[in-house]
């Protein structure tokens, strides 16, 4: 059954999102993050408003913007507000996927315009959020396993490019001299460094690469001299919201929808991924902690439209590069790099120190974060699965996006916009991928309904139940049995996980429909306890039966080929698959 998986050990994980880490620990790895977010969420600012022709009085209060909002998403995803934030480490910044549109849109009708659409498209993702356990079959793990993927090899060409971009009669030793400074720095220390120096890995790679760079004059002393220390950003530069609403918006509106709702998509992948890498035991997945991530996301997007800067996301590759390269996970460490993400937005002048540094440092750093993406990517779809639906669908997800990302189909400098989108790799795969994923079950067969009370008392009707769809379907006898138990068992389990009987007055829904040689079974309720997944995927390491419970537990495991339970805010719903027999 998939359970055993959730066995798998991390021994790379020093500290969890709740385990505390030293003090020289934490201040390593907050410099560590803070430079990861400062650089992509300048670089990201930077080519947008540069694209705009705005002046430097915008550009300043972009940026500054932007990593203040940047640094309290940050800080809201460390923590567990309601239904906002994941409670993991997760760095946050100005992101990429709105880079192509918002220059269309700022050409089209201005900053104001770009505002506005922002701040509409910003809710997709709180309805997505709200909606997630309808859309569970859709975002599956395998869904955000290809993803990322997807997403590491898009962007290892842009490192490749970037690690070759050097001025002119520049030594062609070079460029080659400064990656192989940067990589071999960050590799070696990180294979061979021990305790807190393995920490320091990527900065170490970092200073290398700089160092060699300013040998050969790589380095921009000048842009750095520049910049002041400490600067308050002009309010008067504040673009505003435009209220009119005219046809500009409107065209455009459909195309931020899309893409903001292409974002939250790998926004909930980030959340699934961000549970695996930063426990040292694989659990089942929680949805809250995804809806949680979604939402937090969603609002720094609503923030960044309101400031007149680019959407917020989560940087999954750099976060999960992070916790994998230091092993240290615990969240409160997204605090401190909140913090710092808001104290440098008003010191100019650490931020050029780090844009001082050439594209090849960059470009070095970029790999070797994608590569270790890349990995996480393939590890998400090995551990759920690959049967003859999954390798499908990430086979022509893979073969699709990398099709359109390299030979360039639809054409990126193509002044249509929904060609420019079409252009977009990674945009093109993920929609094919959700859009195969919703065409499969959309075509599967009908799923058929139980309405109960979630009690011991209505185990009579659930199995008469489950025995009428057995003999309609045509299993046999010993089937239909296997069948009928692992429904009591569910039930059972259910309320052991839960309240008392006499308690419980939750309503349970129960869907069930077969595919092929298999019957799945849903059983959707509230709760807000125990995960049924991982009490199943530790069965194996108790010694004994110790109560009824336990038994319960066990001979669920016994029947079913397959059981996940997923929780999400108001419902939980746990999904149980069982083999025909003969």
Same mark, same amino acid.
Request: with cysteine.
């Given at each position: 059954?998939?359970?055993?998986?959730?066995?798998?050990?991390?021994?790379?994980?020093?500290?969890?999102?709740?385990?505390?880490? /030293?003090?020289?620990?934490?201040?390593?790895?907050?410099?560590?993050?803070?430079?990861?977010?400062?650089?992509?969420?300048?670089?990201?600012?930077?080519?947008?408003?540069?694209?705009?022709?705005?002046?430097?009085?915008?550009?300043?209060?972009?940026?500054?913007?932007?990593?203040?909002?940047?640094?309290?998403?940050?800080?809201?995803?460390?923590?567990?507000?309601?239904?906002?934030?994941?409670?993991?480490?997760?760095?946050?910044?100005?992101?990429?996927?709105?880079?192509?549109?918002?220059?269309?849109?700022?050409?089209?009708?201005?900053?104001?315009?770009?505002?506005?659409?922002?701040?509409?498209?910003?809710?997709?993702?709180?309805?997505?959020?709200?909606?997630?356990?309808?859309?569970?079959? #859709?975002?599956?793990?395998?869904?955000?396993?290809?993803?990322?993927?997807?997403?590491?090899?898009?962007?290892?060409?842009?490192?490749?490019?970037?690690?070759?971009?050097?001025?002119?009669?520049?030594?062609?030793?070079?460029?080659?001299?400064?990656?192989?400074?940067?990589?071999?720095?960050?590799?070696? #220390?990180?294979?061979?460094?021990?305790?807190?120096?393995?920490?320091?890995?990527?900065?170490?790679?970092?200073?290398?690469?700089?160092?060699?760079?300013?040998?050969?004059?790589?380095?921009?002393?000048?842009?750095?001299?520049?910049?002041?220390?400490?600067?308050?950003?002009?309010?008067?530069?504040?673009?505003?919201?435009?209220?009119?609403?005219?046809?500009?918006?409107?065209?455009?509106?459909?195309?931020?929808?899309?893409?903001?709702?292409?974002?939250?998509?790998?926004?909930?992948?980030?959340?699934?991924?961000?549970?695996?890498?930063?426990?040292?035991?694989?659990?089942?997945?929680?949805?809250?902690?995804?809806?949680?991530?979604?939402?937090?996301?969603?609002?720094?997007?609503?923030?960044?439209?309101?400031?007149?800067?680019?959407?917020?996301?989560?940087?999954?590759?750099?976060?999960?590069?992070?916790?994998?390269?230091?092993?240290?996970?615990?969240?409160?460490?997204?605090?401190?790099?909140?913090?710092?993400?808001?104290?440098?937005?008003?010191?100019?002048?650490?931020?050029?120190?780090?844009?001082?540094?050439?594209?090849?440092?960059?470009?070095?750093?970029?790999?070797?974060?994608?590569?270790?993406?890349?990995?996480?990517?393939?590890?998400?779809?090995?551990?759920?699965?690959?049967?003859?639906?999954?390798?499908?669908?990430?086979?022509?997800?893979?073969?699709v996006g990398l099709g359109v990302e390299s030979l360039?189909?639809?054409?990126?400098?193509?002044?249509?916009?929904?060609?420019?989108?079409?252009?977009?790799?990674?945009?093109?795969?993920?929609?094919?991928?959700? /859009?195969?994923?919703?065409?499969?079950?959309?075509?599967?067969?009908?799923?058929?309904?139980?309405?109960?009370?979630?009690?011991?008392?209505?185990?009579?009707?659930?199995?008469?139940?489950?025995?009428?769809?057995?003999?309609?379907?045509?299993?046999?006898?010993?089937?239909?049995?296997?069948?009928?138990?692992?429904?009591?068992?569910?039930?059972?389990?259910?309320?052991?996980?839960?309240?008392?009987?006499?308690?419980?007055?939750?309503?349970? #829904?129960?869907?069930?429909?077969?595919?092929? /040689?298999?019957?799945e079974m849903d059983l959707l309720c509230v709760f807000?306890?125990?995960?049924?997944?991982?009490?199943?995927?530790y069965m194996s390491e108790e010694a004994q039966v110790?109560?009824?419970?336990?038994?319960?537990?066990?001979?669920?495991?016994?029947?079913?080929?397959?059981?996940?339970?997923?929780?999400?805010?108001?419902?939980? #719903?746990?999904?149980?698959?069982?083999?025909?027999?003969?």
């Amino acid at each position: 059954m998939r359970a055993a998986p959730l066995n798998t050990l991390n021994e790379n994980i020093r500290n969890e999102p709740e385990e505390p880490c /030293s003090l020289q620990a934490t201040a390593s790895v907050t410099l560590q993050g803070a430079l990861i977010a400062v650089i992509n969420t300048v670089v990201m600012v930077t080519i947008v408003v540069r694209a705009s022709d705005e002046g430097q009085a915008y550009l300043s209060w972009a940026i500054c913007a932007a990593l203040v909002i940047g640094g309290a998403i940050t800080a809201l995803q460390a923590s567990r507000i309601g239904r906002f934030g994941a409670g993991h480490l997760l760095l946050c910044g100005a992101g990429p996927h709105w880079v192509a549109i918002s220059v269309v849109a700022i050409n089209v009708g201005g900053w104001t315009t770009l505002a506005s659409l922002i701040v509409v498209s910003s809710l997709v993702q709180f309805a997505f959020a709200a909606w997630l356990p309808v859309l569970r079959r #859709i975002i599956t793990p395998v869904v955000c396993g290809a993803s990322l993927m997807l997403i590491s090899i898009s962007v290892i060409a842009v490192a490749v490019e970037k690690l070759a971009r050097v001025p002119e009669g520049t030594p062609v030793i070079a460029s080659p001299l400064v990656v192989a400074a940067t990589l071999g720095a960050a590799v070696v #220390i990180s294979l061979k460094g021990s305790g807190i120096l393995r920490l320091w890995a990527p900065l170490m790679g970092i200073l290398s690469g700089c160092i060699v760079a300013a040998v050969f004059n790589l380095y921009d002393l000048e842009f750095l001299k520049r910049a002041p220390w400490f600067q308050m950003p002009s309010f008067d530069a504040w673009p505003g919201l435009d209220l009119s609403l005219g046809t500009e918006f409107w065209t455009l509106l459909p195309t931020f929808v899309i893409v903001t709702l292409v974002v939250a998509v790998k926004t909930g992948g980030d959340g699934v991924v961000m549970q695996q890498v930063s426990l040292r035991r694989s659990r089942a997945i929680d949805f809250r902690v995804v809806q949680g991530t979604v939402n937090a996301s969603g609002l720094g997007g609503l923030l960044s439209g309101l400031a007149g800067t680019p959407p917020t996301v989560v940087y999954s590759p750099s976060s999960i590069s992070l916790i994998s390269l230091t092993g240290i996970a615990f969240r409160g460490i997204g605090y401190w790099i909140g913090g710092v993400l808001i104290l440098v937005a008003f010191f100019p002048k650490i931020t050029a120190l780090l844009l001082a540094a050439p594209s090849a440092v960059v470009g070095s750093l970029l790999l070797m974060v994608m590569g270790m993406l890349l990995v996480e990517g393939m590890r998400m779809i090995f551990r759920e699965g690959l049967d003859q639906r999954n390798t499908l669908i990430v086979a022509i997800t893979l073969a699709v996006g990398l099709g359109v990302e390299s030979l360039n189909v639809f054409g990126m400098r193509s002044d249509s916009l929904w060609i420019s989108i079409l252009g977009n790799g990674t945009t093109v795969g993920i929609l094919v991928m959700i /859009s195969l994923t919703t065409l499969l079950e959309l075509t599967s067969p009908r799923a058929k309904r139980l309405e109960v009370e979630l009690r011991t008392s209505s185990l009579p009707r659930i199995d008469g139940f489950l025995n009428d769809f057995a003999a309609n379907i045509g299993w046999n006898e010993e089937s239909a049995n296997r069948l009928r138990a692992a429904g009591e068992e569910s039930l059972l389990c259910l309320l052991s996980s839960g309240t008392k009987d006499e308690e419980a007055g939750t309503r349970l #829904i129960v869907s069930i429909r077969s595919q092929d /040689s298999v019957v799945e079974m849903d059983l959707l309720c509230v709760f807000e306890e125990q995960n049924i997944e991982d009490r199943l995927a530790y069965m194996s390491e108790e010694a004994q039966v110790q109560d009824d419970r336990e038994l319960s537990f066990r001979l669920l495991r016994h029947h079913a080929s397959s059981v996940h339970h997923r929780k999400y805010h108001g419902v939980d #719903i746990i999904t149980v698959q069982v083999e025909r027999i003969g």
